[in-house]
């Protein structure tokens, strides 16, 4: 919730299970805040306010707390005694400055306010009611995570400069490294309250979380055990561990780890049931992603990323480009993201500018130091030198990490024309051949290529087949040109004479003629050096009398010469 980036006021919480058994007594407040039963504290202390065994002022705080840690932003402002939605519109100025200077009113009340604005995403509020709180450690942290949403590097620093060596210190400094995408330096701020601090579990799941950034979803798992052993229902903890199982295995198994948290109907469920309706649309391949996304949009920073995957996935590349054109990217995500997008559509629209955008962005990510040595950032090299048409260099970076993208189409499909560009057909044509995606599969890109390597690797017949499979379109047309081209140059003059036929009959262009005619010499200097079957002069003489040129009676009395005097029934 710390990414929360725009205002987004938490529903009521779920209702919690208030049945005890028989013969128990009442448990005391600081019972259920240990067993973060916050629902029935809750309930505790609503019931004491109405038997009036708990000071109004006193109950509403804590009622406060506990509604905040449930999720239920709303709930919470109305604890600390303001009124929540007249504060949101700004219609009780004068009544919320007449609250605070009541005699009863507690000083905390405005940090605690400014707190719950925080993560209600109400940043200006916020620092409103922070700077009125007095000094105190929480209020320099709070406003060195506001500075930080500000983008403000001054009072960042300012704030920075105000912290001290104690733990809620250091976990503050943490958080902004995380949000910053300097992972290893929140790692090592964790561990080292860690070795002092053996019963803050929760602190293993900061670094999962950090690992999981970092691409070490093993590690990830490995550390937050730790903490599920001891919290197995944490919200927090079992989708972390969702998401793991989605970069280790697949969208099914991560599926499975979050159903077993909606199941268990936990009243910490309701805290992040924002991210889990996201989650639950990648998981799933982003069905449902058009009624989940877009209100989540800046309130789950990736909801705006994941709608513009989306967006790509139906090959709605202008409606992607809309949604990201105006995001000043700040984590490599991001920028990877902003540059497929422009890729996308420099291709689409023939645009030299958004090509030039892509490679920048591709560019700027590989050539970082957090992101060179990873997978994301070899891949963004890999880009950037394809769009150059330096396929040398795209070769070195795809080569470096191949191992982990065996069975993954788009890099193979990549890596297949790298090869291709750089003359290596027989391992070009290996490459595509392995690729399972019938949309790749029918891409007019992908069958050029195939074809190509299928004529440099002397299988002319293969690339014919390719044609015949299409329907007659441009690409089909296009098709039909390299096939005559290509076979032409490596003299395979039969293929190349049945295409350039095939081009003469769409488009009496008298290029296709001139094609057509030198392929069939071709053919019949094959048959007379003894490369070409006999039986092939019978088709070759049907093509060139089915064009209607002067040329044509010339050359077949030529050849019908031949095969008489060589018994070659024609």
Not at 294 to 323: C, F, S
Not at 324 to 336: F, G, M, R, S, V
Request: aromatic letters at 12%; glycine letters at 6%.
């Amino acid at each position: 919730m710390l990414s929360r980036a725009k205002p987004a006021v938490g529903g009521t919480p779920p209702p919690g299970d208030r049945r005890r058994k028989k013969g128990k007594e009442v448990p005391q407040l600081e019972e259920l805040l240990a067993q973060r039963d916050f629902t029935g504290a809750i309930a505790l202390l609503e019931f004491k306010q109405h038997v009036g065994e708990e000071e109004e002022e006193d109950g509403n705080l804590w009622i406060g707390y506990c509604a905040f840690h449930l999720g239920d932003y709303k709930r919470a402002l109305e604890g600390h005694g303001m009124l929540a939605y007249a504060v949101m519109v700004q219609l009780l100025d004068m009544e919320y400055e007449a609250l605070t200077k009541q005699p009863t009113c507690s000083p905390d009340v405005w940090v605690n306010l400014a707190c719950t604005y925080f993560f209600l995403g109400m940043y200006t509020q916020a620092e409103q009611a922070a700077l009125k709180a007095p000094k105190s450690g929480l209020q320099n942290r709070l406003l060195f995570h506001l500075a930080h949403k500000f983008s403000d590097e001054k009072k960042l620093m300012n704030s920075h400069q105000n912290l001290q060596d104690v733990t809620e210190d250091q976990l503050s400094l943490a958080s902004i490294h995380y949000m910053r995408s300097h992972y290893q330096e929140a790692i090592d701020i964790y561990k080292r309250i860690l070795l002092d601090n053996r019963e803050y579990l929760a602190l293993n799941v900061y670094v999962a979380l950090c690992y999981y950034k970092l691409d070490y979803y093993d590690v990830s798992q490995e550390v937050l055990a730790v903490y599920l052993q001891q919290v197995p229902d944490s919200t927090i903890a079992l989708n972390l561990k969702a998401c793991n199982h989605f970069r280790l295995y697949n969208g099914k198994a991560a599926e499975a780890e979050l159903k077993n948290l909606t199941d268990s109907a936990s009243s910490s469920f309701e805290f992040g049931k924002e991210l889990i309706k996201h989650n639950l649309v990648v998981f799933r391949g982003g069905e449902g992603a058009l009624q989940v996304l877009p209100p989540l949009v800046d309130v789950i920073p990736e909801a705006r990323l994941n709608l513009v995957i989306y967006y790509l996935q139906q090959d709605d590349v202008q409606e992607a480009y809309n949604l990201i054109k105006d995001l000043e990217p700040t984590a490599p995500q991001e920028y990877i993201l902003k540059g497929v997008v422009n890729a996308a559509l420099g291709q689409e629209m023939g645009s030299r500018d958004h090509l030039k955008i892509a490679q920048q962005f591709f560019q700027l990510v590989g050539e970082s130091a957090s992101e060179c040595d990873t997978i994301p950032g070899r891949q963004c090299m890999s880009s950037c030198f394809f769009l150059l048409r330096q396929f040398p260099n795209v070769l070195i970076y795809l080569n470096s990490i191949k191992s982990y993208f065996y069975n993954n189409d788009t890099f193979n499909f990549n890596y297949a024309q790298a090869k291709a560009a750089m003359g290596n057909f027989s391992e070009a044509e290996e490459v595509f051949l392995l690729i399972q995606s019938e949309k790749i599969k029918s891409d007019f890109v992908y069958l050029s290529w195939l074809a190509r390597c299928y004529i440099m690797n002397k299988k002319p017949q293969l690339a014919w087949k390719l044609y015949l499979k299409m329907e007659t379109s441009a690409d089909s047309f296009n098709l039909l040109q390299l096939i005559a081209n290509d076979c032409y140059k490596m003299r395979q003059f039969y293929y190349s004479a049945k295409a350039f036929d095939v081009l003469e009959r769409l488009d009496n262009n008298p290029e296709y003629w001139e094609g057509k005619r030198g392929a069939c010499v071709g053919v019949f200097q094959m048959i007379l050096a003894g490369r070409e079957a006999k039986e092939t002069l019978r088709e070759v003489l049907h093509l060139l009398k089915s064009t209607g040129n002067s040329q044509v009676e010339y050359i077949v009395r030529i050849m019908k010469k031949w095969a008489k005097e060589n018994r070659v029934p024609v």
